[in-house]
């Protein structure tokens, strides 16, 4: 259940400091005066200031290169509300404040800080729990002081909240105890991945992975539908080929559709696809040459032909004979392969794959990726068909990500035991205390060794669902709660 309430005004912030809010970069605003704790509004996003510093003096410089692109958004005529927000705490402060403290736990340079003192004698600092609106509401442009009345109530529910309960409670901590930020040099490296996303996947999706990290951004994020990504679901259908799907395309069409979705398959899987290999009359169809050499060829319609095993043979044979001896070979086509083709395959040491088999490989690769390991695979690319065997090396990985979440969920149970007080939200655990309480519920029972092992992993800051305190061996070792692992549907 999800408390829904009706608000009827909306707290006017300048505009940054509002997008900072939403994307969850901070928890903190200043108001002009006091803000009761308990009070709730709408987030009005103002595109003017009472602050006499421009933005570049008044705002972090990372913190301007991020939101550059969003400025572009803003209307001369109607603003557009998408959150709102529960004040959990207003802090006075004066002339006795560490404001270089503050300044590095907010989006707000030090000397923007000292001239509000000077305006003000006095800074609120504010600090929000932010819920996103299930529909933003838009308004006409009437900004009328701190507080505004909104033309008509806003039905707002607690179901989206920017930050997870742990995550704000212990930015709340924080920011109340002027604790310095745990890793500023990632901060700034994922300011300057903000802009490189733009154009470059690859920057995007390390920006993703390091706003998770610090909670700035749902592990949902990984699960919602990348539209660049949507070719992964007709893998499949493209190598199941029927003459109704090929209406208005020839033969020789159909397989070069199947053929080009095989490359972007593999070389989302992580191998290096030779793009020269476009196979065709007498053309080899497929051709990786990093981690390790691998020959394919590619059959869409209702069934694999006879002849396949031997067309490969010669194909590969023709472009290098040394390295094709001691390459992977892979048929991926539809159907069950005759005995003959199997017979052919399992002599020449070549892997037989359906096409639903290779669409959930890449599914799997989409959901947690870089869960498939290239060399293991190899090591399930048996002679002959090679489906089964596949689908064990898929099983082992979906297994070993519910392990790495069991272990999460354990981390989080533990810290949920107690009160909800901070104190036992901010709690942290030992290696031995971990093992005992997973091994309560869970089989085959796991060591201590291999519990840490796990929490290792877990509290890398590439992957951030756990924290870790380092002790003085091992075993003295504490962990604590940070994010969910996501097991998505298969």
């Known amino acids: 259940m999800s408390d829904l309430i009706f608000i009827n005004t909306a707290l006017c912030l300048p505009f940054p400091d509002v997008e900072a809010l939403l994307q969850g970069r901070t928890i903190a605003a200043i108001p002009q005066t006091f803000i009761q704790p308990g009070r709730s509004f709408a987030l009005y996003p ?46 006075i402060l004066d002339n006795s404040e560490s404001l270089e403290a503050l300044s590095q736990l907010t989006i707000w ?38 507080f505004m009345g909104l033309p008509n109530p806003v039905r707002a529910s607690t179901t989206l909240p920017v930050l997870g309960d742990r995550i ?38 390390l920006d993703d992975d390091i706003k998770i990290f610090f909670g700035w951004s749902s592990n949902k994020l990984i699960n919602e539908p990348d539209p660049d990504l949507a070719w992964i679901k007709d893998i499949a259908k493209l190598g199941n080929r029927s003459k109704q799907e090929d209406e208005g395309k ?46 394919g060829e590619c059959k869409a319609g209702k069934k694999i032909p006879n002849d396949t095993a031997v067309q490969l043979l010669n194909l590969g044979s023709l472009h290098r004979l040394d390295v094709f001896n001691q390459a992977v ?57 090679s489906d089964e065997e596949v689908e064990k090396y898929i099983d082992q990985i979906y297994a070993s990500i519910n392990l790495r979440s069991q272990i999460i969920k354990t981390v989080k149970e533990l810290s949920e035991q107690d009160n909800q007080s901070l104190e036992s939200i901010l709690q942290r655990f030992t290696v031995t205390e971990i093992r005992v309480h997973y091994n309560v519920t869970h089989n085959p029972k796991l060591t201590d060794e291999g519990v840490h092992d796990l929490l290792i992993e877990l509290s890398s800051p590439l992957t951030g669902y756990l ?3 380092k002790g003085n061996d091992w075993r003295s070792d504490h962990f604590y709660f940070l994010h969910d692992l996501l097991i998505s549907p298969r």
Not at 51 to 79: G, R
Not at 134 to 142: A, E, L
Not at 363 to 385: A, C, H, I, M, T
């Open 250 to 295: 020839n033969n020789y069409q159909a397989g070069t559709d199947f053929e080009n979705v095989v490359r972007d398959s593999l070389d989302f899987l992580g191998f290096t696809v030779d793009r020269t290999h476009k196979g065709g009359a007498g053309g080899l169809d497929l051709f990786c040459s990093q981690p390790y050499p691998l020959f």
């Open 467 to 469: 924290g870790r305190i």
């Open 168 to 205: 704000f409670a212990q930015r709340k901590h924080q920011l109340e105890n002027r604790q310095p930020p745990l890793h500023p040099e990632l901060e700034e490296l994922q300011s300057a991945l903000a802009s490189l996303g733009i154009t470059n996947p690859a920057a995007k999706e």
């Open 109 to 146: 340079q030090k000397k923007a800080l000292q001239q509000i003192l000077l305006q003000r004698q006095y800074i609120f600092i504010a600090h929000l729990r932010v819920y996103l609106l299930s529909n933003p509401i838009g308004i006409p442009v009437n900004p009328q002081g701190q």
């Open 329 to 385: 070979k892979l048929i991926i086509g539809p159907g069950e392969p005759t005995n003959q083709l199997k017979d052919a395959a399992t002599v020449h040491r070549m892997a037989i794959i359906n096409p639903e088999t290779l669409e959930k490989l890449v599914k799997l690769q989409k959901n947690y990726r870089n869960s498939v390991d290239l060399f293991k695979l190899k090591e399930y690319l048996k002679p002959g068909q």
């Open 46 to 91: 103002s595109a003017t200031s009472i602050n006499l510093l421009t933005d570049e003096q008044h705002y972090k410089s990372n913190f301007l290169i991020v939101i550059q692109n969003v400025y572009t958004q803003l209307s001369s005529e109607t603003v557009w509300i998408k959150a709102w927000a529960k004040c959990e705490l207003c802090q």
